[in-house]
């Protein structure tokens, strides 16, 4: 069966190494050779990328040229994950190398440790407040709610739990109302559009909300009881606008999926927010310093709006990371990545792409 696969337009904050031109390319020998002579770096992996990076123009026949057989026949959740897999550590650090080159030739590079200062906390009723958005997640949100609701914190710190449902239908609200505990806070939003990151904003700006406030999907769980004061330890030992931690793969028994941790290894302190501009994720869970976040605000999508904070925060304030496993993504068939068709996947790369073409032209400036 002869199926449609269209690919989207470049734009010039398509930075992402994985970004799919098709599998014909065609080049003005003369302009090929000089950028050819521009490159004084022996590459094993990144040598296409760092032409395509140099490339001033480059123009998409939106026609037919070829047929195309695809041998990668994994869903897309499983290709996911391919960045940050060990095996394919070489060929991360060769494409970080040659985006942080590009990056510096444009003058879009930020140096290390040219960070703002941080707003000042105000009073808040609680340390941290753990943020779940939901829609329809009848099957998993008690899972999700009493592994927030376990969390241990040492005195004098404190937390609540903030669960935001968007308009379910199949009896989500009342799994949540059901669960009876004084930490937990149940929000029912309006039937105006919200998706992720709208859910998010009604949360962070509900004066119940913490100091610091802490990611929990509505399919996913933490990892044990540690995770909260984890996150609250990480902020208070440096002036963090976002925090990041680690997460593993599971299904919805437990058990380990390939590949396993997710731990992001490629970000570093001196080169994270550059590298940045090159991946589609910097990991999870996400804590945020609320006072900052608050003025920034997520986007109003369903797709990509932690991506879009993340870039955000990064310009201007240090990021922390934990490397210590605190949360269990669980995959199932209602994952929203978990099997996309192409058209899906496009949509979702052309809104990173975008965002990082509006971040890109904000640190050229």
Request: proline share 4%; aromatic share 14%; charged share 25%.
């Given at each position: 069966m002869?199926?449609?696969?269209?690919?989207?337009d470049y734009q010039i904050g398509a930075l992402r190494d994985d970004f799919d031109f098709g599998a014909v390319l065609l080049w003005d020998t003369a302009k090929l050779k000089a950028l050819i002579a521009q490159i004084d770096t022996e590459y094993e992996f990144a040598g296409l990328y760092d032409l395509r990076l140099r490339a001033e123009k480059l123009a998409h026949i939106p026609e037919y040229l070829y047929y195309e057989v695809e041998t990668d026949t994994r869903k897309s959740g499983e290709k996911l994950f391919d960045y940050v897999d060990p095996r394919n550590r070489q060929?991360?650090?060769e494409m970080e190398q040659c985006v942080t080159a590009h990056l510096q030739r444009i003058g879009a590079y930020l140096k290390p440790g040219e960070y703002k200062s941080l707003p000042q906390a105000e009073d808040y009723p609680v340390t941290a407040s753990v943020i779940i958005p939901c829609k329809n997640r009848a099957r998993t949100i008690a899972d999700a709610i009493h592994s927030a609701l376990a969390q241990k914190l040492r005195a004098p710190y404190s937390f609540n739990v903030i669960v935001v449902d968007d308009n379910s239908t199949d009896g989500t609200a009342e799994?949540?109302?059901?669960?009876?505990?004084?930490?937990?806070?149940?929000i029912a939003q309006d039937k105006t559009w919200h998706a992720i990151g709208g859910n998010w904003n009604v949360a962070i700006h509900d004066p119940r909300c913490g100091k610091y406030a802490i990611q929990l999907d509505s399919d996913d769980t933490?990892?044990?009881?540690?995770?909260v004061q984890k996150f609250i330890d990480a902020f208070e030992s440096g002036n963090y606008g976002m925090v990041i931690g680690t997460y593993q793969l599971t299904n919805m028994a437990g058990e380990i999926l390939p590949p396993g941790v997710i731990d992001h290894r490629e970000w570093t302190d001196d080169n994270g927010r550059n590298n940045a501009l090159r991946i589609n994720g910097l990991g999870a869970p996400r804590g945020?310093?609320?006072?900052?976040?608050?003025?920034?605000n997520y986007p109003t999508t369903k797709y990509g709006e932690d991506y879009a904070v993340g870039l955000r925060i990064s310009r201007d304030y240090p990021i922390g990371r934990i490397y210590d496993v605190l949360?269990?993504?669980?995959?199932?068939?209602?994952?929203?990545?978990a099997n996309c068709d192409i058209v899906a996947m496009n949509r979702n790369n052309w809104y990173k792409d975008r965002l990082r073409t509006w971040e890109l032209l904000a640190r050229l400036k």
């Open positions: 002869v199926t449609e696969a269209p690919v989207i060929v991360q650090i799994k949540i109302q059901a669960i009876q505990d004084d930490k937990l806070i149940y933490y990892f044990d009881e540690t995770t945020f310093y609320v006072p900052l976040l608050r003025t920034i949360y269990n993504c669980r995959r199932w068939e209602d994952n929203s990545d």
